[in-house]
């Protein structure tokens, strides 16, 4: 499974390493519906950091899409709430 | 469904939006190749840019440990003229200049960083530019035009979302490399102002000076002024232009034997 940081670029994460992480992406979810710009932050260096560490980088001459993409590092609650369009959060 | 999936399924289209716009095959990549380069000379004016804020930051630092400097060596000459009061004011205003260095500092490794990550994000784009200039001569010339529309499908979800997140890195620098250069100007105005150079004017009034004092730290000044009186003996001063000393000029020739003028 290919995953890309924004603004760092894409890693190579196999399901298992993925599945662990999964927790920390609901929290970041939380976060952001409860406007918990601290919950937030933590919980998305820790995702960042997990993919970082049980990922490899992909290769960077590859034209390859990626299956999950994640927020920047120093993203806020704002600007993760554009990058998922205008209205804020899409429910789904 | 979760963040990362949809972010990922939002962010895909809105990068791939923009290369929907030729309808021919052939097109759609050279199109989409001419993007490419432009974004990639983007990415290096944006590097430039980052890099000359980043200088102008370390100069202001630089300029402003100067001064700072200056203030102390004043301060350490008032207290030697038994002038307490010019050394409380010059310590007072080196204790402002001490937040704003610091501030500045911070600014600096803020730019530093964001200027890594576009030299990296440049990287990132040139190779992929590379690959699909690659893929798109062997397209054109490999395959017929039903098989080119996949082929060409492929090339392009993966650069797009490429060239989408080198777009935003690009756009997040710039935004902020705006605001620490409204905030550089503002030091530059100091400096310029000579706000900075004269600490003689104990009434000032100024809102530089008042700024600055209101920045200052009692506790700072007043710990190093002891420390200034605890170590200091009496010693000759000279009274240059613009020094701490020069509003007092009776207070110098108290001192008897002072090695006037000399400097500029």
Redesign the interface.
Known sequence: MI??I????QYDLDDHALDAL?GL??Q??QA?DAGDEDMFRTALHGLLSGVRASGTHHE?????????????PDATIDE?RQ???DDGL?P? | MSLMKRISLIFRSKANKALDKAEDPRETLDYSYQRQLELLSKVRRGVADVATSRKRVELQVNQLEQQAAKLQGQAEKAIGAGREDLAREALTRKSGLASQITSLKEQRAALQGEEEKLVLAQQRLQAKVEAFRTRKETIKATYTAAEAQTRIGEAMSGIGEEMGDVGLAIQRAEDKTAQMQARGAAIDELIASGALDDASQLNAGDDISRELDALSSDSDVEAELARLKAGSAPQAIEAPDGDILAAEPEAVRAEGDSTEGGRA
Not at chain 1, 6 to 9: H, I, M, P
């Open positions: 995953v890309r924004l603004g760092e670029g999964n992406d609901n970041i979810e952001i960077l001459d590859s034209l390859d899409e990626s299956d999950l993409i994640l927020p920047p993760v990058l998922l369009g899409i789904g």
